[in-house]
């Protein structure tokens, strides 16, 4: 397999984005051989292919042409027999008690947009319940964060009128049914950058000031909860 890379992974303002897979690794045996893994909200597949690079066998799920938009990215790495395809609504998952483990990063805003914040809740109870017991959900998700964020997100973000980002004080409650959470913020700067070689200055900066920042003003919340 050609040596995967975090922004193979990520793709985005990796500096901050990736802090939450170093975290995610620390917390997860080094290989995943054995254990079956869904990622929802694919998009390109980036974190299936992280966990197929793991040895994990992998569901890659997105609401509609998963395959399509993943095949791309994926067949630049041999991930034959380890990465299947299907097309999934996270808030109708059709498995119970199947995964090892579940990943995300950056769907709940949109799942919950247009004031829709209840349908959080409904998608976190559908992976509870696709998790085996003791399996993980490995998370990560915008937070609002600044007014400079909410105000530059409505300006130049397509989406960014609708999405309903999450706020730090909403985070405890979303994940209480879960035997164990562990989390934490980062990001300030990476997402304003113009290009990625911007945000990846700007997230190094971030990582600087992270002890002298407020939580409230970070951008990505990531952990990983234990059922």
């Known amino acids: 397999m050609a040596k995967l890379q975090v922004k193979d992974a990520l793709g985005w303002d990796v500096e901050n984005w990736g802090r939450a897979l170093n975290y995610w690794d620390k917390r997860l045996p080094e290989s995943l051989e054995g ?20 040895k994990a066998t992998v569901v890659c799920s997105d609401l509609a042409d998963t395959e399509t ?82 105000f530059l997100r409505k300006k130049f973000v397509p989406w960014g009128a609708d999405w309903n980002y999450l706020k730090m004080n909403e985070t405890k409650d979303l994940l209480k049914d879960f035997s164990s959470v562990e989390s934490e913020s980062t990001g300030l700067l990476g997402a304003l950058g113009k290009g990625e070689k911007m945000r990846s200055s700007f997230g190094k900066l971030d990582g600087i000031l992270a002890p002298i920042i407020p939580n409230k003003w970070n951008y990505i919340w990531y952990g990983v909860a234990k059922k």
């Open 69 to 150: 938009r993943s095949k791309e990215l994926h067949s630049r790495f041999q991930v034959d027999g380890k990465i299947f395809y299907e097309d999934i609504n996270a808030l109708k998952i059709p498995y119970s008690e199947t995964f090892d483990v579940v990943v995300f990063k950056s769907i709940l805003g949109g799942i919950a947009r247009n004031g829709q914040s209840e349908k959080r809740h409904e998608c976190i109870a559908e992976i509870y319940s696709a998790l085996k017991p003791g399996g993980l959900l490995l998370f990560s998700e915008n937070l609002e964060s600044t007014s400079a964020h909410r």
């Open 35 to 54: 254990m079956t893994c869904l990622e929802l909200g694919a998009n390109k597949g980036g974190l299936s292919l992280w966990l197929a690079d793991k």
